[in-house]
């Protein structure tokens, strides 16, 4: 019986190891490529996003890959998505806000905080030479970097850890990007941004908050409030958030 079983069980998981990877990606068939599109005209375009880099990077990475399988049909709708571990991918409008509000250019060193699905480092994995991105949550670390790598972004550098203590052995950065929710800005963070770089980051409450622009002048930080926004919150390796 159990044998028969095995047998049966075998070639099975043969075919959804194998056949289905989805990793196995190649942008001529990829049947999202015209609702993406339509997403960025839509979504992105349309809201006034003007970067032509911002918008061909939204239009080149294939996002359905970066949601849970059973979301993939919704990840091209205009909302968040859940990705596991009571995180969630962001809504596309708003990562290509954050992105187009960072001014990058091929050589700015960015750093993220919050990896999550990889998504966000993926657009910025098209946009400039060096990604640094920080995921506390290790299976969301895991899956990201092995996806990244798969989708074969060599200049992405994912690291487990706390985000909110930035990356001091590859600071400073010309960009920060924090796509989790702290109430203050991280002293750490502030420190490693270089003079005359940018940061974006949502503070306030842990439910809602407002996307804020920073930029470092003469050691000060200017600061934008760019929208309200709603972000998971940053926390602690215990939990308890910052
Ligand atoms: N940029 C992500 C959005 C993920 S949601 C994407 O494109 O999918 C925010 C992420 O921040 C979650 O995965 C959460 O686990 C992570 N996070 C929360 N606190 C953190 C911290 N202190 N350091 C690093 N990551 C943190």
């Given at each position: 019986?159990?044998?028969?079983?095995t047998?049966?069980?075998?070639?099975?998981?043969?075919?959804?190891?194998?056949?289905?990877?989805?990793?196995?990606?190649?942008?001529?068939?990829?049947?999202?490529?015209?609702?993406?599109?339509?997403?960025?005209?839509?979504?992105?375009?349309?809201?006034?996003?003007?970067?032509?880099?911002?918008?061909?990077?939204?239009?080149?990475?294939?996002?359905?890959?970066?949601?849970?399988?059973?979301?993939?049909?919704?990840a091209?709708?205009d909302?968040?998505?859940?990705?596991?571990?009571?995180?969630?991918?962001?809504?596309?409008?708003?990562?290509?806000?954050?992105?187009?509000l960072?001014?990058l250019?091929?050589?700015?060193?960015v750093?993220?905080i919050?990896?999550?699905?990889?998504?966000?480092?993926?657009?910025?994995?098209e946009?400039?030479?060096?990604?640094?991105?920080?995921?506390?949550?290790?299976?969301?670390?895991?899956?990201?970097?092995q996806?990244?790598?798969?989708?074969?972004?060599?200049?992405?550098?994912?690291?487990?850890?706390d985000?909110?203590?930035?990356?001091?052995?590859?600071?400073?950065?010309?960009?920060?990007?924090?796509?989790?929710?702290?109430?203050?800005?991280?002293?750490?963070?502030?420190?490693?941004?270089?003079?005359?770089?940018?940061?974006i980051?949502?503070?306030?409450?842990?439910?809602?908050?407002?996307?804020?622009?920073?930029?470092?002048?003469?050691?000060?930080?200017?600061?934008?409030?760019?929208?309200?926004?709603?972000?998971?919150?940053?926390v602690?390796?215990?939990?308890?958030?910052?």
């Amino acid at each position: 019986m159990i044998r028969g079983l095995t047998k049966s069980i075998i070639p099975v998981l043969f075919l959804v190891l194998f056949s289905s990877s989805r990793t196995n990606y190649s942008i001529q068939d990829d049947k999202y490529q015209k609702v993406r599109q339509r997403m960025v005209r839509e979504q992105i375009v349309a809201r006034g996003i003007k970067d032509q880099k911002v918008i061909q990077a939204m239009i080149k990475v294939p996002r359905h890959l970066f949601v849970p399988e059973a979301y993939e049909r919704m990840a091209y709708e205009d909302r968040p998505l859940p990705i596991g571990e009571g995180q969630t991918i962001s809504q596309p409008y708003i990562v290509a806000l954050m992105t187009e509000l960072l001014e990058l250019t091929p050589n700015t060193k960015v750093l993220e905080i919050g990896t999550g699905s990889g998504y966000q480092a993926a657009i910025l994995g098209e946009l400039v030479n060096e990604v640094y991105t920080i995921e506390i949550v290790e299976i969301l670390g895991q899956t990201s970097s092995q996806l990244l790598s798969d989708l074969g972004y060599k200049n992405i550098h994912v690291k487990i850890g706390d985000g909110y203590k930035g990356w001091p052995e590859k600071a400073p950065f010309d960009a920060i990007i924090v796509t989790c929710a702290p109430s203050d800005i991280p002293k750490p963070l502030e420190n490693q941004l270089k003079e005359g770089g940018k940061m974006i980051i949502p503070l306030g409450g842990s439910i809602v908050q407002e996307l804020i622009l920073l930029e470092k002048k003469n050691g000060d930080l200017i600061k934008k409030v760019v929208a309200p926004v709603r972000f998971v919150p940053m926390v602690r390796h215990d939990g308890i958030r910052y």
